[in-house]
Nanobody, 116 residues
Framework: QVQLVESGGGLVQPGGSLRLSCATS????????MGWYRQAPGKQRELVAT???????NYADSVKGRFTISRDNAKNTVYLQMNSLKSEDTAVYYC??????????WGRGTLVTVSS
């Protein structure tokens, strides 16, 4: 059974840090580009960061220098280290697995709330 399960979300104060994890099962993880996306209330889902099978990363301008995406192929898991969090980072964060022309696979999301 194919599953992507996000974890690590929660309530954090502005300036704080969180580390999100996305554990996968049922896929050959090393063959997938992995990505983190987020959707704030009333807004469209947007790209946060991606990491290719070769480890090349890409970030949205709004998170460059603050967020770091990484992957552990031995654990079939992708991470998102989020530092210097701002209120505008508040959103549901989703993990996505992509492999060429195969259908994208999404997780159910984890809520991150940045508030004092």
């Amino acid at each position: 059974q194919v599953q992507l399960v996000e974890s690590g979300g929660g309530l954090v104060q502005p300036g704080g840090s969180l580390r999100l994890s996305c554990a996968t099962s049922g896929i050959t993880f090393s063959m997938y580009t992995m990505g983190w996306y987020r959707q704030a209330p009333g807004k469209q889902r947007e790209l946060v960061a991606t990491i290719t099978t070769g480890g090349t990363t890409n970030y949205a301008d709004s998170v460059k220098g603050r967020f770091t995406i990484s992957r552990d192929n031995a654990k079939n898991t992708v991470y998102l280290q989020m530092n210097s969090l701002k209120s505008e980072d508040t959103a549901v964060y989703y993990c996505k697995a992509n492999r060429g022309w195969y259908p994208d696979i999404w997780g159910r999301g984890t809520l991150v709330t940045v508030s004092s």
